[in-house]
């Protein structure tokens, strides 16, 4: 046993000595954890960092998309003349979406329209780019419209709507009297004013003028005073007679020119030295024509003086410019440099042939081709230069000729 224990003791002593190494180690090994573990963070550092931030308010519900408006759509079923009146409308109440809409589908079946593409063109072409920005002003007068302006200025009755957007406005059909509407500066627009200033300003330096080499009739010596009557003895005098009243010169002016005396009544006239109003004028005024065109061969300085004050009558007085003409060319081409005369003449022409321009811009618009082309043949029988009038007529022939083809 000892022989045993004596072997076993030193292997006891060098399991104690491992065991004890192996403890030392683990306590060294201890020691150098605890050197390289990181230091703990400072207790400040937690005061150092920022507030959370407040939640954000919750957005405000988003409405729903109001539904799109349905685009316009052509008119279905309708001929394409009554189309294209349809776009006009459409266009002189302000509605150019739809006018468009319908100027589209009228191109599809009459692609050659000139007026259709110039009415589109006056929808969809930049305002800049369709008129330049220099104008003037000009007030609109009594029956005067968009439409009419452009025809005297832009010499197209259907340019109505591009001027509308060049004023700014928004419904072509709801202008004032006296309203300012500015014209594009241009060349032709410029010699349009400056035509209806010069007629102004003839028309209105016109006044009436003694009719040349007519004297007036001298009135008749007063009758010799009766002889006072003898004296009544004893009675009182009787009382003085009331004087008859003046006989209205009117009365024997109109009876003879019923009767075809004309040089008696200018002579009643000038006698009484009559003002006469617009009826009153009209008689006269046969008068003085009736009797020039009789006396023309005999005295032809007289007739011409009498052509004359016929024409300034119905002109002036009457406001007939149409009746004035045929006198006033019989003054003219029996004085012919009786400068009154052709001044005259000119305005008279002017106002007829503004006149039945006027009638065919009014029947173009009631879609009457026919009557449109009518009024403006008589404007240019009257003033074959009537530009406006010659653009015009040939735009509703055209058109015309465009729609008889769809037949």
Sequence with gaps: MRGEFGTLLPIRRLNSLALASATVLLASCGGMMEQVEM?????????????????????????????????????????????????????????APRAAVELRAYLAEVPNSTPARNLLAQIETPIEMLYPAESFNVQLQQSETLSSLAGIYLGDVLGFYGLARYNGIENPSRVALGQTIRIPRTPATLA????????????????????????????????????????????????????????????????????????????????ARVTPNGAQAIVLASAYAGNARAIQATNATEAAAQAFRAGQLYLETAN??????????????????DNRAVTLLATAKTRVSEGYYRDGVAAFQRQDLDGAIAAWDRALAVDPNHRNAQLNRAQAVELKQNLQRLK
Aim: hydrophobic fraction near 45%; glycine fraction near 4%.
């Design 192 to 271: 349009a004013q400056a035509n209806r200033a010069s007629m102004a300003g003839m028309q209105a330096s016109l006044a009436p003028m003694p009719m040349p080499g007519a004297m007036p009739a001298m009135p008749p010596p007063p009758a010799a005073a009766p002889p006072p009557p003898p004296p009544v003895v004893a009675s009182a005098p009787p009382p003085p007679a009331r004087p008859a009243p003046p006989r209205d010169p009117w009365i024997s002016i109109r009876e003879n020119v019923a009767a075809g005396r004309f040089d008696a009544a200018i002579r009643d006239a000038e006698t």
């Design 320 to 337: 007939r410019p149409a009746d004035a003409i045929a006198p006033l060319e019989l003054a003219m081409m029996l004085s012919p440099m």
């Design 39 to 95: 230091p703990a963070a400072p207790m400040t550092m937690a005061t150092d960092m920022p507030p959370p931030a407040p939640a954000p308010a919750p957005l405000p519900a988003t409405p729903p998309p109001a539904p799109m408006a349905a685009a316009p759509m052509p008119t279905p079923g309708i001929p394409a003349r009554e189309r294209f009146q349809v776009a006009i409308n459409a266009l002189q109440q302000g509605d």
